[in-house]
């Protein structure tokens, strides 16, 4: 299996469509967003909208998605402010959005190549039920998976 990997974007939306036309991730089995599609300390209206319409095509088009904590202060909170906040911006993100984030729910996942390899991906790290240690510490197997791509 093929992967292209695109970690935090931060509304630099023009390279992150660039990255998703390449043709390594034209060619990829699977293009996955690792979370943080918004802010950024130099961002105007034009780079919020945008990035939310990538947003948008992405999940539409059947990319895998997570969620950043730059993401998740403007759909649910914001629960605590992170760096690059503009509470201006939140009037941007519509239900519909939402929605389609929140029908997500996840903040990680389990990639399988085959039974023998596996690759977590996460956003900044994941909760301690999500695996569970045996043999010492030697071995583990995944209690909780948000989402498995094979």
Same mark, same amino acid.
Request: proline residues 1%; charged residues 30%; glycine residues 6%.
């Given at each position: 299996?093929?992967?292209?990997?695109?970690?935090?974007? +931060?509304?630099?939306?023009? /390279?992150?469509?660039?990255?998703?036309?390449?043709?390594?991730? !034209?060619?990829?089995?699977?293009?996955?967003?690792?979370?943080?599609?918004?802010?950024?300390?130099?961002? /105007?209206?034009?780079?919020?909208?945008? /990035?939310?319409?990538?947003?948008?095509?992405? %999940?539409?088009?059947?990319?895998?998605?997570?969620?950043?904590?730059?993401? @998740?202060?403007? @759909?649910?909170?914001?629960?605590?402010?992170?760096?690059?906040?503009?509470?201006?911006?939140?009037?941007? @993100?519509?239900?519909?959005?939402?929605?389609?984030?929140?029908?997500?729910?996840?903040?990680?996942?389990?990639?399988? +190549?085959?039974?023998?390899?596996?690759?977590? %991906?996460? +956003?900044?790290?994941?909760?301690?039920?999500? @695996?569970?240690?045996?043999?010492?510490?030697?071995?583990?197997?995944?209690?909780?998976?948000? !989402?498995?791509?094979?």
């Amino acid at each position: 299996m093929k992967l292209f990997i695109i970690p935090d974007v +931060h509304q630099n939306w023009k /390279t992150a469509r660039k990255l998703r036309e390449s043709k390594q991730a !034209l060619s990829a089995d699977t293009v996955v967003w690792l979370g943080d599609f918004l802010d950024d300390f130099d961002s /105007t209206k034009e780079d919020f909208v945008e /990035t939310l319409r990538l947003v948008r095509e992405v %999940l539409e088009c059947g990319d895998k998605v997570l969620f950043g904590n730059h993401d @998740i202060q403007y @759909i649910f909170g914001p629960r605590y402010i992170c760096s690059g906040y503009q509470s201006a911006f939140k009037e941007f @993100i519509d239900d519909d959005l939402k929605n389609m984030w929140r029908d997500l729910g996840q903040s990680s996942f389990k990639v399988e +190549h085959d039974e023998s390899a596996s690759v977590i %991906l996460s +956003h900044a790290g994941f909760c301690d039920n999500l @695996i569970e240690f045996s043999d010492g510490g030697r071995d583990f197997h995944f209690v909780k998976t948000y !989402l498995t791509i094979s």
